[in-house]
């Protein structure tokens, strides 16, 4: 007690200190890059309220909400953006679908958090599909052969067939239906980038198709 007493660096102000950058500065082990992510968002939410009932007396203006939310969108955004990067190293891309059943596009259309939801999943895909098109365009065979040829398109069938079955599952498109009653601002870049995938995945469909009735004659060829 002597020693908290008449060291300053001890006193209830320092340890209140310290246990803010205790708090500041917390790793849990074991949570997924989402969890972290999620945890965080309520982290800095509770601080920024903090913060302003501090300075204003308590209350919450329109402006600071606004903010908030504009920055949980965003941190959403990169926790998810992670999350496809991880899955493209793996080799198996699955988009984030808001699980959200829609029986009728018309009905949630002016629903706001449902249309939010969906805006902030049809940004992440247009951001996939744009990267794996980037990555399939520069793409080239491993080698000179026929044999080598037919295994180029083969795994760019298997690359882009998985992403254009998921975005046309049924109740996908039910959600991308209430983005085009509602004009979202992403639909335009989303469009593009699933029509070129679309493109590349219709090329790669029937170029597997057409040298696969050829690869028996590749091999005698190549092998003798």
Known sequence: AALLASNP?????????NQYILQETTIVVGESEEETLENRVA?????????????YGGGEDLKVSEIRAEFNQNLIRFGGQIAVAVQQVKGDIQLRVPQIVIDNPDDVVDDFNITQQLELAMDEWQEVISNVND???????????PLEEIEFWRQRNAALSSLYEQINMNYVQKQIRVLVLLEAPSLSQFNYAFGELSKLYVEAKDNVKFLTTLERHFKNITHG
Do not use: C, L, V, W
């Open 135 to 145: 990555q399939e365009t520069n793409k080239k065979p491993r080698g000179k052969g």
């Open 43 to 55: 982290f800095e939410e509770k601080k920024d309220a903090a913060t302003h009932d501090a300075a």
């Open 9 to 17: 660096s001890y006193g209830p102000n320092a340890i209140a200190r």
